[in-house]
């Protein structure tokens, strides 16, 4: 299992990006994925998460209306969306799989929003 996460960098209040996670080594369409983000100094936290078939999704109240997660299943790869973005949304991104009682993430992507 591989995931690797893209798309980090530095940006102003208010801008955008788009984070894109490819996934390997197992069948991508059958999973649930989820964001996750560690700001320095705290606790890892669910920021999204997107069914299998991309029919459902979930925010973190402290993104709602602000980030969207979608999906490719033909490209296996998981996208988060983020516009309008905050100071308080900088930290390390990660993208997460739970295969059975295993949980996989990728290396991670840095998001700094900042001035």
């Keep these: 299992v591989q995931l690797v996460e893209s798309?980090?960098?530095?940006?102003?209040?208010g801008g955008s990006l788009r984070l894109s996670c490819a996934a390997s080594g197992f069948t991508f369409s059958s999973y649930v994925m989820n964001w996750y983000r560690q700001a320095a100094g705290k606790k890892r936290e669910l920021v999204a998460g997107i069914s299998s078939y991309g029919d459902a999704t979930?925010?973190?109240?402290?993104v709602k209306g602000r980030f969207t997660i979608s999906r490719d299943n033909d490209k296996n790869t998981v996208y988060l969306q983020m516009n309008s973005l905050k100071p308080e949304d900088t930290a390390v991104y990660y993208c997460k799989v739970r295969l059975?009682?295993?949980?996989y993430w990728g290396q991670g992507t840095q998001v700094t929003v900042s001035s």
């Design 58 to 62: 979930y925010y973190a109240d402290s």
């Design 100 to 103: 059975g009682w295993s949980d």
């Design 7 to 13: 798309g980090g960098g530095l940006v102003q209040p």
